[in-house]
């Protein structure tokens, strides 16, 4: 039966256009609760949407090159079409094609116009950041806007180093947060920057601004941080070198002004979305799933690699890849899971996935201790906090100490809780999916925000005989 929402909640519902005349389902004020259900073996093959990251990167290198970038496989989830629609405001020309299949023109680098409104991007903290470093190398002003939880997270972090380079903050809320109205660089400097916490948001940014400024722009980060910006300005033709730094880290130069080529980009599915059925597969006994299609750069497999420490039956095949990003098959087998320790170092490769981990350690035996996670307090919401508030509501013992998480896994997880989601995608999905396991269902109070990254999830996760309703 196909996903509906509740009938109480559909009256509330606007639609808004979007990029091309696509219509989103704005989730401003609508909210529908729904359960998960102690369910039979999950079972079949699925392909999850296309990976948000490289969405967004398509849409905005694709509106920064010249001539046309094909791309298939796009997420067309509310970000995402959100960026799209951004794209388009400031003169690129992105339209719809066929299913998850885009084409956008782009204006060249620098070559942006005047939006003549405020870009939305909704809930999108990547949208939005990785537009700011592209607008900032253009000589254009432009207001930056979002939702209530777009409003609330950090952007000094972003034009900070865009201020070094010459864009201008003309004005911003408190703390420099959204609205913020961004006047760009009339003649950008190259700079080098040393990223104060390990986030390809704000590397990205400054490489985007980068592209017009006359020489190198080179950006230092201490961890490496996900490179899908690096692979794709290559794959659209700019000259990026990219050597190790200490330990962990990353230097990544690019030479500016270059003339990015319209290219093709292939969209694979995307893990931190895959991570959600795939835990379910764990948790729920009996599963046998298969996850197509799921782009497997190292910078984002942390939680595979974390789930096979804790004993998950996961298999890897058909590996093959596409412009630099690798994917492969995947069949996730019901699993006793044991608790593990998890390195802050393996943070960066992961840190969109700690909530569904914490899920699956729930149900582990014994302690995982999951160490270093800050930065999960500046995502769609607190995430510690979240996570936390969303295993005590359900019966789990669970405990915050400093910057790490520590879940006391039983085996079984008695549930019964109404979880807060706080407009956040995963606390919704990562919920769902331990009601699926857990003795008593587990309810959300809002799954609206699920569209952001995930519409398709609810059929996608009843397809393969998950209790939701
Ligand atoms: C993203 C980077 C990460 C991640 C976000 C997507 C990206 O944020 O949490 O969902 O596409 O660059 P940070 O770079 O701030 O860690």
């Not at 903290?125 to 900032?136: D, E, F, K, N, S």
């Not at 990254?453 to 059929?459: I, L, Q, T």
Request: glycine residues 12%; proline residues 6%; aromatic residues 2%.
């Amino acid at each position: 039966m196909p996903y509906r929402r509740p009938r109480s909640a559909r009256p509330r519902l606007h639609r808004a256009t979007g990029a091309q005349g696509t219509s989103i389902l704005s989730h401003s004020d609508q909210t529908s609760q729904l359960s998960a259900r102690k369910s039979a073996a999950l079972r079949g093959t699925a392909r999850v949407p296309g990976d948000k990251s490289i969405s967004h990167r398509a849409l905005i290198l694709g509106a920064l090159a010249v001539g046309e970038t094909r791309i298939t496989g796009l997420l067309e989830g509310e970000d995402v079409l959100n960026t799209g629609k951004a794209m388009r405001a400031l003169g690129a020309r992105v339209e719809r094609t066929g299913d998850c299949a885009w084409s956008v023109h782009g204006v060249g680098v620098a070559g942006f116009a005047q939006p003549d409104a405020p870009l939305d991007f909704g809930n999108s903290g990547t949208g939005c950041r990785l537009a700011m470093g592209a607008v900032a190398g253009s000589p254009i002003t432009a207001i930056f806007d979002g939702d209530a939880s777009l409003r609330s997270r950090p952007m000094r972090r972003i034009v900070d180093p865009l201020e070094q380079m010459g864009a201008r903050v003309v004005s911003s809320a408190e703390g420099g947060r959204l609205p913020l109205t961004l006047a760009g660089a009339r003649a950008p400097l190259p700079i080098t920057y040393r990223t104060p916490v390990p986030s390809a948001q704000i590397k990205s940014a400054v490489l985007l601004a980068g592209l017009s400024a006359p020489g190198v722009t080179t950006v230092i980060e201490a961890e490496a941080s996900r490179d899908h910006t690096e692979l794709m300005l290559q794959h659209f033709g700019a000259t990026l070198v990219t050597e190790a730094e200490g330990r962990l880290g990353r230097k990544i130069s690019l030479t500016g002004q270059p003339e990015l080529r319209g290219a093709p980009v292939v969209v694979p599915a995307d893990p931190s979305s895959a991570a959600f059925p795939m835990v379910a597969a764990l948790v729920v006994p009996g599963s046998d799933v298969v996850l197509t299609d799921v782009m497997t750069n190292p910078l984002r497999t942390g939680l595979i690699t974390t789930l096979r420490e804790m004993g998950g039956l996961i298999e890897e095949s058909q590996t093959r890849g596409d412009a630099g990003e690798p994917m492969a098959q995947f069949r996730i087998r019901g699993s006793q899971l044991r608790g593990v320790e998890v390195p802050a170092e393996r943070a960066p490769s992961m840190i969109d996935e700690y909530l569904v981990l914490a899920v699956a350690a729930a149900f582990a035996e014994g302690t995982t201790i999951m160490r270093g996670l800050h930065e999960l307090r500046v995502k769609e919401s607190d995430r510690l906090e979240a996570t936390a508030a969303m295993l005590r509501v359900n019966g789990v013992k669970v405990e915050i100490a400093g910057d790490d998480l520590i879940v006391e896994g039983k085996g079984h997880v008695p549930g019964g809780g109404l979880v807060a989601t706080h407009m956040d995608h995963r606390i919704a999905m990562s919920a769902l999916v331990m009601g699926l396991a857990a003795d008593k269902p587990v309810t959300v109070d809002d799954t609206a925000f699920i569209a952001t990254s995930f519409p398709d999830f609810v059929p996608m996760m009843r397809r393969l005989g998950g209790d939701l309703g």
